[in-house]
């Protein structure tokens, strides 16, 4: 949600009119009905009649809307019918497990039809997704990289502190960050929590369990003020999810001058760390991650150098040239 308001901005900002249309998107069990009433959907004339010339899609099922230029800036497909289906379905029981079996068979068929055949253009947000594009339905794209939001980032110290943005659910894997910290108890530094979900209770239980409550702290969600500024402040921002499929926080972190430390399985994040060289991709395990916080947190001058280096990458993945990207493969 947060690309696409942010596209829709940038998008008037550089002379388009443009309007953001939410479309239903309904999980499992309602699933097929969200597919045909977007497969309804015909956007070629807007409420008053008035002709529309492009129409840009993002995330499953929405690229099922009619139109006869349309783009699609793709996120990600049903993630438990892909690339999470192993983890997702182990969990099941047999019935249902065949229930589910039969339910992605048909939605892979509809997903290759669709993007296929109802989209002009497919643009990948990572070259993650590209590659699950690919092992799932031979479907070619280009790599275009979302830009950072539009807000008022900035640099102002390489404080004592690491930064996790992030909604707290498995998938993130935040435990192994807390066990990280754990690694290095006689260490002075500090890690701020932004987000909330699911997760948070069991994280919290575990930053008691570990005694590091005088070191771990969780702030939920905060307004854009407190997010910039915890940007602005931290040592480095740890962000190292299991097979994100982009995660603006690298390219946010990049723009507020600080380095990332994310995982070599992180999909995304690790793509951008490595392409900039602006942050650190270690093996997803307590031990490596200890190390890496403990490398940027004993030596401020390597943070900063890091954070030049992803300041310069950051303004390389710029709204201007999205825009014109976007607009011409209509």
């Known amino acids: 949600m947060i690309i696409a308001r942010s596209t829709v901005r940038a998008l008037r900002e550089y002379g388009h009119e443009a309007e953001l249309i939410l479309t239903p998107q309904n999980r499992f069990s309602r699933v097929f009905q969200a597919y045909a009433a977007n497969w309804l959907t015909d956007l070629r004339e807007d409420g008053l009649g008035r002709p529309i010339d492009q129409v840009i899609s993002f ?3 929405s690229y099922a809307v009619y139109h006869p230029v349309h783009t699609n800036w793709l996120n990600h497909r049903f993630r438990e019918y892909y690339d999470l289906w ?71 110290k390489y404080g004592d502190f690491i930064l996790t943005v992030s909604r707290l659910d498995k998938l993130k894997r935040l435990d192994q960050l807390i066990y990280a910290l754990a690694r290095r108890g006689a260490s002075a530094y500090q890690l701020k929590i932004i987000g909330d979900g699911p997760e948070r209770t069991t994280l919290e239980h575990l930053v008691r369990e570990l005694n590091l409550e005088e070191r771990v702290f969780f702030s939920g969600w ?23 499929d982009y995660g603006l926080v690298t390219i946010e972190a990049f723009a507020s001058g600080k380095p990332v430390i994310t995982c070599t399985d992180s999909g995304g994040p690790a793509e951008l760390v490595s392409a900039s060289g602006a942050g650190l991709v270690v093996p997803p395990d307590p031990d490596s991650i200890a190390l890496s916080l403990e490398k940027i947190m004993s030596d401020a001058s390597l943070a900063e150098k890091m954070g030049q280096q992803a300041i310069a990458y950051a303004a390389k993945i710029n709204w201007e040239d999205t825009v014109k990207r976007l607009t011409l493969a209509g």
Do not use: M
């Open 59 to 61: 995330r499953y099922p």
């Open 86 to 156: 192993a983890n997702w379905s182990a969990t099941l029981s047999v019935p249902k497990k065949v229930k589910e079996r039969i339910k992605r068979w048909v939605i892979h068929r509809l997903d290759n039809y669709l993007l296929k055949h109802r989209v002009t253009k497919i643009f990948a947000q990572s070259r993650t997704i590209q590659e699950r594009l690919k092992k799932w339905g031979h479907i070619s794209s280009e790599v275009l990289y979302p830009p950072p939001p539009q807000r008022s980032y900035r640099t102002e």
């Open 222 to 244: 905060t307004d854009e003020a407190s997010l910039l500024e915890a940007y602005a402040e931290c040592r480095a921002v740890f962000f190292g999810p299991y097979q994100e």
